[in-house]
Structure formats: C-alpha cells, structure tokens
C-alpha cells in the first residue's frame, strides 16, 4: 500500500514533465491563450525556464508549471528536484534561471551569489509544509505532546511510553509500560530541518548536544530512509515515535500527535493550522524566515518553502515568462496545492510574495 | 591497447581527483577521521567547519559485508556442489537460469521488497527468537530494532550469492574428471569426493570468488541504505542500526553544503582504500593457497 503510494507520488512528477514536453512538441494550440483573466497572461510569451532545487515542493510546482504553461503554450518550464543544496548551489553558479530550496540562502551564500550576479537575491516564499509527529501505541489516539516531552523523547530522556511527563499531557489515555523507539530520517532533508529547527528554538539542551539542520547526529534512534523509511520504522515497531511531512502523514492515514504550541493550545497537524502557523509570526523584508514561536490555531512545527530569483541579469523574455508564471502560480495555484496537500501560504504573505515577484529584473 | 590505457587514465583521473578534492577534508580532521564517531557536518563554502569523523560508517561497512559473507559463501558452495556434482543438466540448467536472474534483480527492488517485506515478515521473528535467547551475549543483544546490521546483510547475502555461485561452479567444472573417478575407485562416497577432492582443490578459486562477492557487498548502496537504519553511534548487537560508507554518500549528498559534498568523497576515498586493501590481502591469500596446493586459480 504504502509503496504504491509512494510510486505514485514519484511517478507523477514524471507524468507531469512528460506532458508538458509532450505539450511543448505539439506546440501552437491556441486553446490556451486569451482564456487565463489575470496577471496579463495569454500574451504570447516565448522562453524557456530552467529551474532546480528542493524535491519537497516538486509535485505542486509541477502542476503549477502545468497549469501556467496551459495558458502559454509559448514557455516552456522545467523544474529539476535535485534537491535544495544542489538547488542553492546551481542558483548561485548561474546554471538556472530560478532556485527553489527549503531553507532560505544563509549570509555568505547571499553574498557569493550577488557578487557573481552583480545584483539582489530574492526570496519568494510558494508554500507551507509541516511537519507531523507519527507514532505507532495501540490503544491511544488522539495524543499530545509538547516541546519538553518531544525533546526528552528524541534525547533519550524518555524511554516509556508511560512516562509521567506524557501521562501529565494525556489525561485519561491509558499509555503502555512499553518501550519508546525514535525514527528519524537517515537522509539529508528539509523535514529534518524544520523539525529540529523546531527542537532547537525550544529546547537549550537540544541545541547543545545535538543542534540544527539537514543532518543531525541523532543521540537515538532507527534512522529511515525518506517519509517512507520512517514511516516502516514507526509502523514496524509498537512503540514507534517518528515525525514525516505532513502531506505523506495524511496521504497514508498515520496517527500524529497533536503539538502545544507557544499559546498552550494543542493543535492537530492539518493544512488549516499550517497556513494559520504564519498568522502571528514577524516576517521580516527580505522574506527569509523561520516559522517558530507559533501561537493561536497555528500548528508549531511548519516551515516555507521558496523560490530564488535575480533582481537583473534576465533577458526581457525570460524576465516577463518567470514573472508570469510565479504570478499566476502565487494567485491560482492555491486550490492545486491544497489538493496536493500543501498549505497556501496566506493573502498577506502573498502579497509581499508578490512585490518580490515584481522585482525580478528590475535591475535589467 | 587502447581500451587498457583509457581504463587507466579514468582511473588515474578518478583517485586524482577526488583525493585532491578531499585533502582538506584528510588534513583538517587528520587521524580522527578513521577513529572518531562524530560526524557533524559545517555549512561553509570555502573552508572545512564541520567535525567528519567516520569510524561509524567504517564499522557499518565491515559489519555487513562480514555478515553477507558468511551467509552467502556456504550457501553458494553448497548450490555450486549441488548444481556440478549432483544435479543433472536437465536439473542443473533451470537452477543456473534461476540463480542468475537473482543477479539481474536492481538492488533498489532488494531494497524496496526489504524493507516492507522480507525484514518485517520472514527476518524479523527469527531475529527476536535469537535475541531473547542469546540476548546475554553482546553481539545478539536485543531489542530488535526494525532497521539493522543483519537484515541490512542478509539482503546483501542474497544479492552476492549469485556472483560467488557462478564463480565457484566454473572453479568447480575445472577440477579434472579424472580426479573424481580416482576417488570413486578407492571406494568415496560422492560426500566424501566433494568434501576431500572437489572442494580443497578448489580453494583457491573459492576465496577469489568470496573476494569478489565481497568487494560487491562493500560497495552496495541503495538496498542497504534502506534497510540499514543510519545509525550515528557504534552498536555492537547486529540487530540494532547502523551506517555504511555507501549507504551515507548516497543518503545525504543530496542535501549536502560544498564542504560536506568535500567530506563525503573523503568517504569515497576511503571505501576505495579499503578495497584495495582487501583486494590485494585476497591475492596475497590465493597465492599462498595456491603455492601450497601446487596450483594457481585466479
């Protein structure tokens, strides 16, 4: 089951840039043109786009690319998942016209990439992912846990499922004397990432002995590879605690804890309380930005995902198809990525979204 | 000619490089580096930041390839045996086919069908049988964890068995007629002909083929990725997790920063070391053998 949907969400990806080269071969069907309303599309633009980087965004980004060039029959766009550093690294090389990674550009990667390019990066936040705490207690539904405990039980602290620190949490739940066995992505990854991002701001013992990033020396624990080797890890063993992103979470039915988050309200992990995690959060202008301290409805362990663009160095053409394309994906794209169960990352975020959209290219 | 020239300048092209590459990785971190385990990458560009520490991966690699041998090398013999000495062609020829097809298999499949099926359903209840029971001595201490070093290995086992049963079946073909008819006449029993006759002369050839299967099984990459566990710390029990060389490079240079890509060729590196370490021990061994018993087989 669980591999067949796997395969399915690989494949698809793979149907989808098939069709659009398929698309692009059959080229000059008018259909598509005068019939999309916004953003001035429809008008004939011609250019080809490259872009690579994260594979977590990969399948909406595809169909966006989908729809987008359904109305230009004139662009052509691909979209390599080679992941977000190799992303980051062709963005900075100038391979690509655009980068899409997990974690924003750090200073000096920053700095490297516009003194190559002679002018500003730009961030543009696309979608929100969260990440979800699975686990496998037969019996318990519906449990809870917060920043301490989730600590203690990735650090080792906690080694029983009936431990009173999730006993004090659980009320009523009639947890097991059973052992808690931890999985983890052995793989380089931005769930990874934004879980112990999460861990990290939380917790000053999680940030001394173990830290932050897209690989970390787990003190416990089986490590699985992709959401899908976590998720045999968590399903094979009773007992079993792990975290995935939250759309492979759903798509396979798992059992996720709710998470307290920083106003002490405990929140499932849905897409409603994704997109509401940015509600309360201070995104500062350049757009780069953890998602941390989340309070109200907001579910606490979420992160962006963005694209990377030059505010110069484009010709016209490539200039108005990108801007075109990340437009109409930021207005119409939301329904496709809620379908392909990533959160919209709100109207006041894609707004400022949208300004950076605007710039690319100014500079000429 | 040609071709052997190019083969070496690839290869000359291929150490030169990735050991230019991972130089700093050697220098900064200097004998920790096949010592510690602590593996702790840095986020720079230009220099090396991060702790790169890979005795875990080192252990891993050894662990696995050691326990897909021990596995697989009695189990080719005997399938060998069977297939040159007791089966008949019309038996012989479909078991041939068979055990070659395993080889055809894409390790990805091996690892796919591990980790959903033969680990948690056929591995798994004989594992726990043998960690309750000799849980006492440390190398089978239990709990089960769902991704380890011997499941990580059988399935290595299986992917190996077909190179060493295809080599020691040739081996075997070679041993003279004459020889068997020799020990039949004195009265040996077809055990006794494979035991005393077939096998010691042909040792040589199995060790060959043992090192072979063996330099497969340290290099392997996506099937024990999968069913290895990533583990970060030294486990002795087999059936806890761990990492391999491979299996790490494979894992997270995807998502590496420019001197962690740097760290995990230094990996490279040292996995390349490590086979031609084992290589030339496995010649040194066939040649004594070989001296020893009058011949020289591979």
Known sequence: ?364 | MLSGAAVLVVLGLMIGSTTLDSLPVFFSQGISFLTGTNWDPGASRTEITGTYQAWVFIYGTLVTSLIAIVIALPVAVGIALFLTEVAGHRLARPLIYMVELLAAVPSVIYGLWGLHFFAPVILKPPANAVSDALGFIPIFAGPVISFNFFFAGVVLAIMIIPIITALVREVFTAVPDTDRQAGFALGATRWEVMRSIVVPRSRPGIIGATMLGLGRALGETIAVALLIGGGTAINFSIFQQGETIAAKIVNTFQESTPEGIDALIALGVTLFAMTIVINVAARLIVRRLGDVSGEAVA
């Open chain 1, 1 to 364: 089951m669980k591999v067949n949907r796997t395969w399915v969400r690989t494949a698809l990806p793979l149907a989808v840039v098939g069709a659009v080269v398929l698309g692009a071969c059959s080229g000059g069907s008018p259909s598509g043109s005068g019939s999309a309303a916004s953003a001035g599309t429809g008008s004939g633009l011609s250019a080809d786009l490259l872009g690579a980087g994260a594979t977590f965004p990969d399948p909406v980004y595809q169909e966006w690319i989908g729809g987008f060039v359904g109305t230009e029959p004139g662009v052509n766009i691909t979209y390599e998942p080679i992941g977000s550093g190799g992303g980051v690294e062709q963005f900075i090389a100038q391979s690509t016209d655009f980068g899409g990674s997990d974690a924003f550009m750090k200073d000096d990667e920053i700095t490297a990439a516009e003194q190559a390019r002679g002018c500003s990066v730009l961030h543009i936040p696309t979608v929100f992912g969260a990440v979800a705490v699975a686990y496998n207690l037969s019996g318990v539904e519906g449990l809870t846990l917060n920043s301490d405990t989730l600590v203690k039980i990735f650090l080792g602290g906690i080694t029983k499922w009936n431990d009173p620190a999730i006993a004090a949490l659980n009320p009523g739940a009639s947890l097991p004397d059973e052992d808690v066995i931890v999985a983890h992505r052995s793989d380089g990854s931005g769930t990874t990432s934004i879980f112990t991002t999460y861990l990290d701001h939380e917790s000053a013992d999680w940030s001394s002995q173990v830290g932050k990033g897209k690989e970390v020396s787990w003190p416990v624990g089986v490590g699985g590879q992709g959401n899908d080797g976590v998720s045999a890890a968590i399903a094979q063993n009773d007992g079993g605690i792990g975290y995935v992103e939250l759309s492979y979470a759903i798509e396979n039915g798992l059992s996720v804890a709710s998470m307290v988050n920083a106003d002490g309200n405990a929140i499932e992990p849905t897409l409603e309380s994704t997109a509401a995690a940015a509600d309360g959060i201070t995104i500062p202008d350049d757009l780069r930005f953890n998602i941390l301290d989340v309070g109200g409805d907001g579910y606490p362990i979420a992160g962006a995902t963005w694209i990377l663009a030059y505010t110069c160095g484009y010709d016209a053409a490539k200039a108005d198809a990108l801007k075109a394309f990340l437009t109409w994906s930021l207005e119409n794209g939301d329904s496709i990525a809620e379908s392909l169960l990533y959160a919209p990352i709100g109207d006041s975020l894609q707004a400022r979204s949208l300004a950076n959209v605007a710039r690319i290219n100014e500079g000429g």
